[in-house]
């Protein structure tokens, strides 16, 4: 069950990777970058609504609105600044997914299926964030690397 949550990552990741790439070679390249950090934080988002169907305390939702706040946060500087910030978000979504929502107490509520998919799915934004946008190879940026992270 766990491969299939994980191949089910991937395929999703691919798609919104390709979606992202066609808009950001078809449009400005910003809307490319734009919708993969709107889907960082709707990521993180999602489980503000998980603690709420299950009736977690405002402990729980106060956490999730923090994690929306580190991850939103992350995906705003990297439309901002560098794309680096995007890729570190995507790069560690997954910890907040699998370490606080798989094996830590928000299993109680969070969805293997949802916090096991997001493992392939957000690893695979994060390297073609770094691709595209962190090296320059594929969206025509010169490398973020050489600014730096801010």
Same mark, same amino acid.
């Not at 191949?7 to 950001?24: M, N, P, R």
């Not at 490319?32 to 489980?47: E, N």
């Not at 109680?108 to 073609?128: E, M, N």
């Given at each position: 069950?766990?491969?299939?949550?994980?191949? =089910?990552?991937?395929?999703?990741?691919?798609?919104?990777?390709?979606?992202? !790439?066609?808009?950001?070679?078809?449009?400005?390249?910003?809307?490319?970058?734009?919708? @993969?950090?709107?889907? @960082?934080?709707?990521?993180?988002?999602? !489980?503000? +609504?998980?603690? +709420?169907?299950?009736?977690?305390? %405002?402990?729980?939702?106060?956490?999730? +609105?923090?994690?929306?706040?580190?991850?939103?946060?992350?995906?705003?500087?990297?439309?901002? !600044? =560098?794309?680096?910030? @995007?890729? %570190?978000?995507?790069? %560690?979504?997954?910890?907040?997914?699998?370490?606080?929502?798989?094996?830590?107490?928000?299993?109680?509520? #969070?969805?293997? =299926?949802?916090?096991?998919?997001?493992?392939?799915?957000?690893?695979?934004?994060?390297?073609?964030?770094?691709? #595209? !946008?962190? @090296?320059? =190879?594929? #969206?025509?940026?010169?490398?973020?690397?050489?600014?730096? +992270?801010?």
């Amino acid at each position: 069950m766990i491969i299939g949550y994980l191949v =089910s990552g991937a395929i999703e990741a691919l798609v919104l990777v390709a979606v992202a !790439y066609l808009l950001s070679r078809l449009t400005k390249d910003i809307v490319g970058r734009s919708l @993969l950090a709107a889907f @960082l934080f709707v990521a993180a988002s999602v !489980y503000i +609504v998980f603690a +709420v169907r299950a009736g977690e305390g %405002a402990y729980w939702v106060v956490g999730e +609105v923090v994690g929306v706040g580190i991850y939103g946060t992350m995906a705003l500087r990297g439309l901002r !600044y =560098s794309p680096l910030w @995007l890729a %570190a978000g995507w790069a %560690a979504h997954p910890l907040w997914d699998v370490a606080l929502h798989y094996f830590g107490p928000g299993g109680s509520f #969070a969805p293997a =299926s949802y916090t096991i998919t997001c493992v392939t799915f957000d690893l695979l934004v994060a390297a073609y964030v770094l691709v #595209a !946008y962190g @090296l320059g =190879s594929l #969206a025509g940026h010169e490398p973020a690397l050489r600014e730096g +992270v801010r």
